[in-house]
């Protein structure tokens, strides 16, 4: 690491410990040359993946687009925020670990699904009713026969 004093491009590491809930090292430096201290802090580096829409179109993934989403779909229904927070964390963990550039619309919708169909059958329901836009009644029976079975 190199100094910020005197440029010098290396320096010893002497403590190191979890910041910003584990999330981030901070580690305390010592420049070999000048001996002055200094902080720098690590974190993983998140690539963006973009999520690939019906049209085509392509966006950067927002993990507050898949919150508002399940808000929404869990709205006046006994889901605690807990729970709701936790399934987007499986969801954005799901779009993160596929290790893919580019994943479609799609694929985070059923992660989505997934996740809710473990918190709230209505909210699986009314999600599953905006994602999949169902056309008919038919199509709407077919989803709820699933979620039965």
Same mark, same amino acid.
């Given at each position: ?5 005197? +440029? ?13 809930? +584990? ?7 010592? @420049? ?12 993983? $580096? ?5 999520? =690939?829409?019906?049209d085509g179109s392509r966006e950067i993934f927002s993990r507050d687009k898949i919150l508002n989403g399940i808000?929404?779909? @869990?709205?006046?229904r006994p889901v605690s925020i807990g729970k709701i927070e936790s399934a =987007? !964390? ?17 694929? =985070? +919708? ?9 918190? !709230? ?20 029976? !077919? ?5 039965? $079975?």
């Open positions: 690491m190199k100094c910020p004093y005197c +440029g010098f491009p290396e320096s010893k590491v002497i403590e190191s410990r979890a910041a910003d809930e +584990g999330e981030r090292v901070r580690r305390r430096r010592e @420049c070999i040359e000048c001996s002055r201290r200094f902080t720098t802090y690590e974190m993983v $580096e998140n690539l963006p993946v973009m999520i =690939v829409k019906k808000l929404k779909s @869990c709205q006046k =987007v !964390d499986e969801v954005e963990l799901k779009v993160q670990n596929s290790l893919e550039k580019e994943i479609s619309s799609q694929i =985070v +919708g059923e992660y989505a699904m997934d996740a809710l169909k473990d918190i !709230d059958e209505v909210a699986y329901i009314r999600f599953a009713s905006v994602y999949r836009q169902f056309k008919d009644v038919s199509t709407f029976m !077919d989803e709820l026969k699933k979620l039965l $079975e």
